[in-house]
């Protein structure tokens, strides 16, 4: 079946070539009527048409192609981010190119001969910001995820309520009478896990002791951070607050591993809720982060700068969702 084109809108509607440009356009305001806009696009439903976006784009030198850029594909939290970033690109006729950097934070090799030429804007992640300089593309409008909102860097910023989530975790555990706390932090060097250490010792400060350990964001690196920390010795921690649930899933693992049991010895909270919060045993209490929200704040907010307009959002708001990795602190510890 032949594809129909303008000319055919054109002919079904009774009006001429150039009024469904400015229709099809949306160019149409000042120039066209309602009425005959609308009986335009009803016409071009009616026969099924669709622009041809690669003509389009060479008329007006823009690829419609934004860059997404995240840590890894292996991340269930940044493969949401990305269904929800195309969802809002497809409603505006954008496609979303998804790169991952290959070592998960560190710089990569540039996948275009231009991304300038490619790209008409970049959403990155904080934890992948290094790759944005390997690629080249630091002319182009930029949005970032999770990231310091006071840096120029960026046209727009879109953030998670993340110290919030913390004041959520350790209001929860310091009503379960827990006083003695470990931070499992993430051992990568990124805005977001600062906001959090920052936030949970500023809360915790007053009330509780608290030691903080770093950790690779894996399952291994995470359990033999924990068994250390964890060894028995005077004033061992009655909870610990992992910055995320691949971290507190390692935590669990080094729990069992010491012979402590979950929630009645030690209670683990996480961050992000993944599948793998619900997978574990016992399952995990942790800050749900509506990813898919992000990467929708996230599309919307470049196709705001590129339509030349500011971007004001606050951020995205977080909450804890308790399961039974935690409970009250025990009654005496060692």
Not at 1 to 6: A, G, I, Q
Not at 306 to 330: C, E, F, I, M
């Given at each position: 079946?032949?594809?129909?084109?303008?000319r055919d809108v054109a002919t079904a509607a009774g009006v001429s070539q150039a009024t469904v440009s400015l229709v099809l356009g949306d160019k149409w305001r000042g120039r066209v009527s309602e009425r005959t806009a609308a009986h335009?696009?009803?016409?071009?439903?009616?026969?099924?048409?669709?622009?041809?976006?690669?003509?389009?784009?060479?008329?007006?030198?823009?690829?419609?192609?934004?860059?997404?850029?995240?840590?890894?594909?292996?991340?269930?939290?940044?493969?949401?981010?990305?269904?929800?970033?195309?969802?809002?690109?497809?409603?505006?006729?954008?496609?979303?190119?998804?790169?991952?950097?290959?070592?998960?934070?560190?710089?990569?090799?540039?996948?275009?001969?231009?991304?300038?030429?490619?790209?008409?804007?970049?959403?990155?992640?904080?934890?992948?910001?290094?790759?944005?300089?390997?690629?080249?593309?630091?002319?182009?409008?930029?949005?970032?995820?999770?990231?310091?909102?006071?840096?120029?860097?960026?046209?727009?910023?879109?953030?998670?309520?993340?110290?919030?989530?913390?004041?959520?975790?350790?209001?929860?555990?310091?009503?379960?009478?827990?006083?003695?706390?470990?931070?499992?932090?993430?051992?990568?060097?990124?805005?977001?896990?600062?906001?959090?250490?920052?936030?949970?010792?500023?809360?915790?400060?007053?009330?509780?002791?608290?030691?903080?350990?770093?950790?690779?964001?894996?399952?291994?690196?995470?359990?033999?951070?924990?068994?250390?920390?964890?060894?028995?010795?005077?004033?061992?921690?009655?909870?610990?607050?992992?910055?995320?649930?691949?971290?507190?899933?390692?935590?669990?693992?080094?729990?069992?591993?010491?012979?402590?049991?979950?929630?009645?010895?030690?209670?683990?909270?996480?961050?992000?809720?993944?599948?793998?919060?619900?997978?574990?045993?016992?399952?995990?209490?942790?800050?749900?982060?509506?990813?898919?929200?992000?990467?929708?704040?996230?599309?919307?907010?470049?196709?705001?700068?590129?339509?030349?307009?500011?971007?004001?959002?606050?951020?995205?708001?977080?909450?804890?969702?308790?399961?039974?990795?935690?409970?009250?602190?025990?009654?005496?510890?060692?």
């Open positions: 079946m032949t594809r129909p084109t303008s335009v696009r009803d016409t071009a439903a009616g026969l099924g048409y669709r622009p041809n976006l690669a003509a389009r784009n060479l008329r007006l030198g823009s690829t419609r192609t934004a860059l997404l850029v995240v840590p890894a594909l292996t991340n269930e939290f940044f493969a949401r981010v990305y269904t929800g970033a195309a969802r809002v690109a497809a409603a505006h006729g954008f496609g979303v190119v998804l790169y991952p950097s290959p070592d998960g934070t560190g710089p990569a090799r540039d996948p275009f001969a231009s991304a300038r030429a490619a790209l008409d804007g970049v959403i990155a992640s904080s934890m992948a910001a290094h790759t944005l300089e390997a690629l080249g593309g630091d002319a182009l409008p930029l949005v970032m995820l999770d990231s310091d909102p006071t840096s120029t860097t960026a046209a727009a910023h879109v953030n998670l309520a993340m110290a919030d989530g913390m004041r959520q975790v350790a209001e929860h555990l310091l009503r379960n009478g827990h006083r003695r706390f470990l931070h499992l932090a993430s051992a990568v060097d990124s805005w977001t896990f600062h906001v959090r250490a920052e936030a949970l010792s500023a809360l915790l400060s007053p009330h509780a002791e608290l030691r903080t350990v770093r950790a690779p964001l894996t399952v291994h690196g995470a359990r033999t951070a924990a068994e250390n920390a964890l060894a028995p010795s005077p004033g061992r921690p009655t909870a610990i607050v992992c910055d995320d649930d691949i971290l507190a899933a390692g935590a669990c693992k080094a729990a069992r591993r010491l012979g402590l049991r979950i929630p009645e010895d030690l209670s683990v909270t996480g961050f992000d809720d993944l599948a793998l919060a619900t997978a574990v045993e016992p399952e995990l209490t942790t800050v749900r982060l509506p990813a898919e929200h992000v990467g929708e704040h996230g599309m919307t907010a470049l196709l705001t700068v590129l339509d030349g307009a500011p971007w004001n959002a606050p951020d995205l708001p977080v909450h804890l969702v308790v399961r039974d990795s935690t409970g009250p602190a025990p009654a005496t510890t060692p």
